[in-house]
């Protein structure tokens, strides 16, 4: 339960979106209740199971300076139970209908789901509706939580020099916006956190008109519709939300460094991250542009990055390279490189400012920008496959500004891209000035002091 | 619930209809057409997986396992890998203790080219040197990466220690020495031995009729060995239990990994063993060691236990990762789970929803193509029979209290446990403490 998912998590990348292709995908409807609750409705008759997603468009870069963590801390506490439903009934529930069940928090989004035979959505979807109002908390469930929490930070970041220089470039790549803090939030904020906290911001963001409903699988809208009105269609709007603005980014100009070195650190690696446009702050097809240069420097190991370092010149184990495109503001593009025994940090760097030169000079060859369409239109089919990775796709793109229509045109936009925007993007966001170099290093164990 | 399903009612329906197809040249592939999604998966294993790895030379299966699309037939790795990425054709490869398991997906029009891939990397993969040297490179790295990984690092202490002497207790991906000492004779040479056509199952899913998939199945298997050349494995059970090994490392939290005997997946316990385990340890967020690890105490955030049955040897497994001072009070209260369920058994009402989950839950596993085809893979390697999918519910309900009572009685025994801790944790008496694997550059430090 209620894993906290870092930035440009697989499965949640536009890289993944689906849309019609040439096989036509399930038709999808979508409708809004009066009390403002979006719903969604994926059809998958194959199996007869559904998958039963609500989005709430809140994550950790909507909460208050401070108080870091605290949309995730929510999440798990989602689980304690309400007024009808005493805490662990709707887990026993599911268990007993055997389904699964789980939840996620991200920096734009919280979302639950749950995964049932289709005779028993409108069991679940009676829970969720009634936790989206009936929230109730108690310090005898708050405190041992909180516990947890910090236990998941520790398993997640404390034991990995890795996860902590992670931390370390976003702190230092958002210089303004609450992308630069965590999704699990800060230790020290963690531990100050109560109940207080967790009702006020339930108060604030879970409403039906700050939520999306999805309901992937076997079943159609007419029901999904009488279903919804039944139940979550009876929740009050409990709050309105505004808009989400959050502090805005500077433009960025200084190129930063920042090393994380620990003698637990056994194989050193590299890491350049950039300010990138997101699919809701970008212009034009600069972000279809930028999945395709991220496939082409680094989606495989026939892209440039891994050929240059890992194949060419033999100095890297590894490399590649990452969009999150999925933001409400402006995101990351990011190359990272491991070296191969005896390699420098530096020479891998070199070689990964030779291959953005590179592209920024001359683009990619036709051929190249072909595989990669190829390859990113495939996996839009590919999704279809699995109606919870559906699911997912439509919840993460919604809640990020996107609309229906954005996923299902994706593919033909894709297709759409020229070289010269490729090679437009590579130039106006590979720029030093817009990045954060990270460097994981070993160190020698702290001596013990004289 | 009163909307709970009827006790095995419910089947995959989707996959309950496996054809087994026989080809000309008498091989057999598991097919479940599917025509819905323009999308086919097919998987194939072969038994013999790391435990084949020769002694002082760990990791060669794993090795020989990622070469196979480095390149093979006439195509280096480079062109190779160009060939499957112009029609987005997927195919990986990987191994466990038990198999080398190749996995594919592909759009259905792409179906023959597919094919000819994957056949040229099981029957003809090139081992070229640079190959070679760059997946050795990246294996190393992967190892020196985790050596100091605490979760990593309590599995390879936990299976070294439980099975001294027995291929169990190498590390599968080997250690940076083991992967030094290998040539390509080595690698040719287990190729010759485990990829062959006397060890391989497979399972398909998609649009393929199975005339066309008995035709692709011959070719491929074709250019194939008759018969594999598999070392006996012998069948042992897991040692130290009792006893705790202390790995120090400077971390805040401790990751523990506990384990005993279990049973194997064709002992006749089987099926209750897993549905006790299940309400011990298992997947939903209601068994006992969540509840109170968890929940009541908030000890850890993931606290769990399954069965892990090899094919030479069954494990019970758990694990949990607690704050360095709590690490004793979360071993002594799991153990004294393990003691109450072994002691008391279930009670009626855990075991009626444990089993109401296990049935109702089982139609998720077969709810994308490369479930299914992993699936209609592992059947066959377990020899479990292609009317499993559709027996398995009713033998999950018939599953009676005296079964489950007999069942967590020999599952858990006493309570004893082997337990690994990797960190600083208190209220451990009586553990061996070990060095964690020094964190310098030298050559051995990723092997344990």
């Known amino acids: ?450 | 619930m009163s909307a709970a399903p009827t006790l095995a009612a419910q089947t995959p329906a989707r996959a309950t209809d496996i054809q087994r197809v026989k080809t000309p040249g008498g091989a057999e592939a598991w097919l479940v057409e599917e025509n819905t999604v323009p999308v086919i998966s097919v998987e194939i294993a072969f038994r013999g997986g790391a435990a084949q790895d020769p002694e002082g030379k760990a990791g060669l299966v794993s090795l020989m396992t990622t070469l196979l699309d480095e390149g093979a037939g006439d195509m280096p790795a480079d062109v190779f890998q160009e060939t499957l990425e112009e029609k987005a054709i997927e195919l990986s490869f990987s191994s466990n203790r038990d198999a080398v398991t190749a996995s594919l997906r592909t759009l259905p029009e792409n179906l023959d080219e597919a094919f000819r891939l994957l056949t040229e990397a099981l029957a003809s993969p090139r081992f070229d040197e640079d190959a070679v040297e760059r997946m050795c490179g990246q294996l190393s790295a992967q190892l020196r990466r985790d050596a100091l990984d605490p979760d990593d690092l309590a599995g390879r202490v936990f299976f070294a220690e439980a099975f001294p002497g027995h291929p169990y207790g190498r590390p599968t991906r080997g250690a940076i020495d083991s992967l030094e000492s290998i040539s390509r004779a080595d690698l040719v040479s287990v190729h010759r031995k485990v990829i062959a056509r006397d060890n391989v199952v497979i399972g398909a899913v998609g649009a393929i009729q199975p005339e066309r998939l008995a035709t692709l199945v011959d070719h491929l298997l074709a250019g194939l060995p008759e018969t594999a050349e598999l070392v006996t494995v012998p069948t042992v059970a897991p040692q130290g239990v009792g006893s705790t090994v202390v790995v120090t490392l400077d971390v805040p939290q401790s990751s523990i990994v506990f384990g005993r005997p279990g049973p194997l997946r064709n002992d006749e316990s089987f099926i209750p063993a897993y549905v006790v385990n299940h309400i011990l340890g298992g997947g939903s967020f209601s068994s006992r060691l969540f509840t109170e690890v968890r929940e009541k105490r908030g000890l850890a955030y993931s606290v769990y236990s399954y069965l892990s049955p090899y094919d030479h040897s069954g494990l019970l497994l758990g694990g949990v990762a607690t704050r360095n001072d709590r690490a004793g009070q979360s071993i002594d209260l799991i153990r004294s789970e393990i003691v109450r369920i072994a002691d008391e058994g279930p009670t009626s009402k855990e075991l009626e929803s444990a089993k109401k989950f296990l049935i109702g839950s089982y139609a998720l596993r077969f709810d994308t193509s490369a479930k299914i085809a992993n699936q209609l893979v592992q059947l066959q390697l377990d020899h479990l029979g292609a009317d499993y999918i559709s027996k398995r519910n009713s033998m999950v309900a018939a599953v009676t209290e005296a079964e489950i009572r007999a069942a967590a009685k020999s599952l858990f025994g006493e309570g004893d446990l082997f337990v690994v801790a990797v960190g600083k944790p208190t209220g451990l008496p009586g553990a061996v403490v070990r060095a964690a694997p020094g964190a310098g550059g030298s050559k051995a430090d990723a092997a344990v």
């Open chain 1, 1 to 450: 339960m209620a894993e906290a998912t870092p930035a440009g998590a697989p499965g949640l990348k536009p890289a993944e979106i689906v849309g019609t292709g040439r096989s036509a995908g399930p038709e999808v409807t979508t409708f809004t209740l009066a009390n403002g609750l979006q719903v969604v409705v994926i059809p998958d008759r194959r199996a007869p199971v559904v998958t039963h997603m609500i989005w709430y468009k809140v994550g950790s870069a909507d909460e208050s300076r401070g108080e870091s963590g605290i949309a995730h801390f929510l999440e798990h506490l989602m689980f304690k139970g309400t007024e009808k439903n005493p805490a662990g009934a709707f887990s026993h529930a599911v268990a007993e209908l055997g389904g699964q069940e789980n939840a996620f928090t991200s920096y734009d989004y919280t979302s639950y789901f749950q995964r049932v035979a289709r005779e028993h959505l409108k069991t679940v979807m009676a829970f969720e509706a009634d936790r989206m109002e009936g929230l109730q908390l108690t310090d005898d469930v708050v405190d041992p939580e909180r516990d947890v929490i910090l236990e998941e930070r520790r398993s997640r970041v404390e034991g990995d020099p890795g996860a902590q220089l992670g931390e370390a470039v976003a702190a230092a790549l958002f210089v303004n916006h609450p992308y630069g803090a965590p999704i699990i939030g800060w230790e020290h904020e963690i531990e100050k956190l109560d109940r207080r906290h967790a009702i006020a911001f339930y108060d604030r963001f879970y409403t039906p008109n700050n939520a999306i409903l999805v309901v992937a699988g076997d079943v159609g809208a007419d029901e999904v519709r009488a279903l919804a009105e039944e139940t979550y269609g009876k929740v009050a709007r409990r709050a309105e939300t505004g808009a989400r603005l959050r502090p805005r980014e500077p433009e960025p100009r200084a190129a930063r460094r920042v090393q994380l070195s620990d003698p637990r650190v056994t194989q050193p690696s590299i890491q350049r991250n950039y300010l990138a446009p997101s699919y809701e702050t970008a212009e034009g097809d600069r972000a279809y542009a930028l999945d395709l240069l991220s496939q082409i420097m680094g989606g495989g190991t026939t892209a440039r990055v891994y050929r240059a370092l890992v194949v060419d010149k033999a100095i890297a184990a590894n490399a590649g390279a990452w969009y999150h495109g999925d933001a409400l503001d402006d995101g990351r593009f990011a190359i990272y490189a491991v070296p191969r025994d005896g390699r420098a940090l530096i020479e891998l760097e070199a070689a990964i400012d030779e291959e953005i030169a590179k592209i920024a000079a001359d683009g990619p060859t036709a051929s190249e920008l072909e595989r990669a369409k190829t390859r990113l239109v495939a996996d839009t089919i590919y999704a279809q496959d699995s109606q919870a990775t559906l699911a997912r796709i439509y919840g993460a793109s919604l809640a990020t500004g996107g609309t229906i229509e954005d996923v299902r045109e994706w593919p033909s936009r894709i297709r759409a891209v020229s070289a010269e925007s490729v090679r437009d993007a590579a130039r106006e966001v590979l720029d030093k000035r817009r990045s954060v170099t990270g460097e994981l290093v070993a160190a020698p164990a702290a001596a013990s002091r004289p």
